[in-house]
């Protein structure tokens, strides 16, 4: 057997060449195309493509937000530990709320996941946000509710909560109507933070940066 | 459509009773088949129980070092920060040396990932460890050759790094020859950070524990 190969750039190069190769990406335009061969990267799965919804505007407007100075906020620190903050336009912050003291008490009150909780606290720096949710699916759910209520709207969702119990059903919803949000999701069940997480880092770097 | 299920001890159950009908956990024993539940329930696929290899002791050899107070190593923050803290038996540390002075000046040394760099601080605590690598393959090569080196055997190694580069040869390595080590493996491309960090809070806490 040969030496394994160690130099990251040349293995994010090569990854990158043979996702290229394998991968079904005639449907995106370039933009998008970073998004998803990174995302690609991320799962280990060419055909994750299949799965991949955005919108037509998702790419361009994520990446015009974090130009912008836009906070990305994240369902778990999973994602957030998982966007490389060098890559960022911006310096921009990447946030999650969910070990905020506040986060039980409106879990406890409605009956809802810390996750889901947390949502509420976003309001407040939602307007023209990229939003990164990769675990839980009453998170997206609860987002949804909350920009039919008046809440300010997001630039870009990233929505790819991953499972068996809502998470399609939370990613269908989002697909049907993402309340004129640009945005990007996966069908069907799977999902997870490292998705959400390449995604983050394929708008803000492309696929020149890594970590 | 029906309201979504918003109570996290209920989305769980139901979960992981999904995953039990549908997936074959039939050659698992009942420690193993624990973690391949909740391997399964971080990526949203049953069929990843096909792909999972695991040595016969491994599942209790893991449980019992973290009773012992044994630490978990991770190679990257995602890992670490995928642990549910609270489920540990002994208050166990979750370590990840990522980000550690020493790890930038190792790799520049070695030519090699910060990944990889990172394993040679393991050593002094390898003894009786809990290893979880979701994401470098060079990290997990890395392992063995110090093993071969004659670093301390940890107790149980969790190496299911993801991707298109070195994924797939260094969990091959790892099952064909674990230097004596239990271990559970992912054969493929898949893997990541939450298959990682499932796996330990599996051990951790059986299917009991949720966060």
Redesign the interface.
């Known amino acids: 057997?040969s030496a394994?190969?160690?130099?990251?750039a040349e293995?994010y190069r090569?990854?990158f060449a043979?996702?290229r190769s394998e991968a079904d990406l005639a449907r995106f335009d370039a933009g998008a195309q970073e998004v998803v061969v990174r995302m690609i990267?991320?799962?280990?799965?060419v055909d994750l493509a299949d799965d991949i919804v955005v919108s037509p505007g998702f790419a361009e407007a994520a990446r015009a937000a974090l130009v912008a100075g836009a906070p990305v906020l994240c369902d778990?620190?999973?994602v957030?530990?998982?966007v490389i903050g060098r890559l960022m336009p911006s310096d921009n912050k990447v946030l999650c709320l969910l070990n905020d003291p506040q986060v039980r008490e409106i879990a406890s009150r409605?009956?809802?996941?810390?996750s889901?909780a947390q949502v509420d606290l976003w309001a407040a720096r939602m307007e023209g946000a990229v939003i990164a949710i990769g675990n839980a699916?009453?998170a997206l759910?609860r987002l949804l509710e909350l920009i039919d209520a008046g809440a300010p709207k997001p630039a870009a969702i990233i929505g790819v909560p991953?499972?068996?119990?809502?998470?399609v059903?939370?990613k269908d919803a989002l697909a049907a109507d993402s309340r004129g949000v640009e945005f990007l999701t996966v069908k069907?069940?799977?999902?997870?933070?490292?998705m959400a997480?390449s995604a983050v880092n394929a708008i803000a770097g492309g696929l020149e940066g890594h970590g």
Do not use: L
């Not at 990267?41 to 799965?45: E, N």
């Open positions: 057997m394994p190969i160690r130099d990251p293995i090569r990854s043979i996702i990267h991320a799962c280990g799965m778990v620190e999973m957030r530990h998982g409605d009956a809802t996941t810390r889901a699916p009453t759910f991953v499972g068996f119990v809502g998470a059903e939370s069907g069940r799977r999902g997870g933070s490292a997480s």
